[in-house]
């Protein structure tokens, strides 16, 4: 039997949803992890939005892939045959789009063999990812559906589930890096409405793969970008930028409510179809499969790594993690927070009021997990653990030797000649993320 394959992807979302025991009413994809395997340790490659999507979708880390800022900011991915879907179309896959891309310019390169709002017109995600899971299909297909939400739009979330009421802010606990203030829970309160949005559109696609007697072939792959467009979560390398959300669903062992604590990274989903579907790896992948530990393993990795190059300015830095220690080092000698790779919001202007951008960032800097989970206390200077970060720092540097990384020869990742770039001292960006919706493939919703 053929494996359908859907890749589901939302925006800036991380880990905050009702799965990972967050108070965000998100029941459909609550249901799909008690259908699927959900993993407790996934991670991007980059927590930034065209490079995380390009890495996923090549099966490489974004330097390797060339993706190095955003697709609306002027960046293209180099190589865009690397991209799953010509693998799979020459596999006999047909390849569909609904909704959002963010990492080629010319949607017509990416190897999909329908766009379908092109077809079908202005429409939403959900509605035409129902529209072709209800067609009759004679071959296996990847369906990638691609929603804005939870991403910022305006000065905020700009979303509330139609027909519902608002959630109350005073009911609500800001994200970990927070404090408890009036601000920070009306922000997360417009977060919680996005994050509802979501998941009532996904609800509309998981139940059409099952209305449509699709379940026993289908593989449903639920996941986002990477964090929270909050200040220091989204564009940053520790687990509140990097974590994100991983529910798979399907055949093959990925079913029964199973929970996985091992690491995985995003570059791990290529390799992962490969093996399902029964076809050789492309050369140039850089993941592996996580099948092993659906079959029992406790771990197919011993590290994971990240990057962050570009988002609204350069911002060079490279993240290793292992279960017990995170090590990210910064590569342009910073001394300040790079201020306008944050996106606007109601917690953004409350910590520039209390002079976030006085607050200054170490050039190294190590995290112990185990008793320092949300990344506060670095470590890097401390006498005592100076044989881990010489460790951490041998771990990182083979890697980036390993990869060919563009900072390893003291070099930077250039960007085109058609990149946007904020300054790095403007304390008030204007991040205006998506300056054209329809370039990117993304149907109004």
């Known amino acids: 039997m053929s494996l359908n394959i859907i890749y589901i992807h939302s925006h800036d979302t991380g880990k905050y949803t009702q799965p990972y025991g967050h108070a965000i009413p998100t029941p459909n994809i609550q249901k799909l992890a008690e259908e699927g395997v959900l993993f407790r340790q996934a991670f991007c490659a980059n927590p930034t939005c065209s490079p995380s999507r390009a ?4 099966g490489q880390w974004a330097h390797s892939c060339g993706m190095g800022g955003l697709a609306n900011r002027g960046w293209s991915l180099p190589f865009p045959g690397h991209l799953i879907m010509h693998t799979l179309k020459q596999a006999g896959y047909v390849t569909a789009m609904a909704g959002f ?6 949607v017509s390169t990416a190897g999909y063999t329908r766009v379908l709002s092109q077809e079908k017109g202005k429409a939403g995600a959900e509605e035409h990812a129902v529209a072709f899971l209800s067609e009759k299909h004679d071959q296996p297909f990847f369906l990638d559906v691609g929603f804005g939400e939870t991403h910022r739009r305006g000065a905020g979330f700009d979303n509330q589930p139609a027909g519902e009421e608002k959630t109350d802010p005073r009911y609500v606990k800001p994200p970990a890096p927070f404090l408890d203030t009036p601000d920070t829970r009306q922000d997360m309160a417009e977060y919680i409405d996005a994050a509802r949005t979501l998941d009532y559109k996904m609800g509309q696609v998981f139940e059409a793969v099952d209305r449509n007697g699709l379940t026993d072939n289908t593989m449903i792959i639920c996941t986002t970008d990477h964090g929270l467009a909050f200040p220091n979560m989204k564009c940053h390398l520790t687990d509140h930028g990097i974590g994100v959300m991983l529910i798979v669903r399907g055949p093959n062992d990925f079913k029964g409510g199973k929970v996985i604590d091992g690491m995985v990274s995003q570059v791990d989903l290529f390799p992962t179809i490969c093996e399902l579907i029964d076809i ?21 990795r011993q590290e994971i790594f990240a990057e962050v190059n570009y988002h609204c300015c350069y911002e060079p830095q490279r993240a290793v993690r292992t279960k017990r220690w ?3 080092r910064r590569y342009d000698q910073a001394t300040t927070l790079a201020m306008p790779n944050c996106d606007e919001g109601i917690s953004k202007t409350y910590m520039i009021e209390h002079n976030w951008h006085q607050k200054p960032v170490e050039s190294e ?25 010489e460790e951490m720092r041998h771990k990182l540097d083979l890697w980036r030797q390993e990869t060919e990384d563009p900072l390893w020869e003291n070099s ?21 993320q998506y300056p054209a919706w329809d370039m990117m493939g993304i149907e109004s919703s």
């Open 55 to 58: 890495s996923l979708l090549t």
């Open 101 to 106: 891309q963010h990492v080629v310019k010319d």
């Open 280 to 300: 050789e790896n492309p050369s140039w992948l850089q993941g592996t499969s996580i099948v092993p530990l659906i079959h029992g393993e406790e771990e197919i």
């Open 326 to 328: 995170k090590y990210i």
């Open 365 to 389: 800097r190590l995290y112990d997990l185990v008793y320092d989970p949300g990344e506060t206390n670095n470590l890097a200077y401390d006498n005592q653990h100076q044989e881990t970060l």
């Open 412 to 432: 930077i990742m250039m960007p085109p000649e058609t990149a946007v770039l904020n300054d790095p001292n403007d304390l008030s960006p204007n991040d205006k």
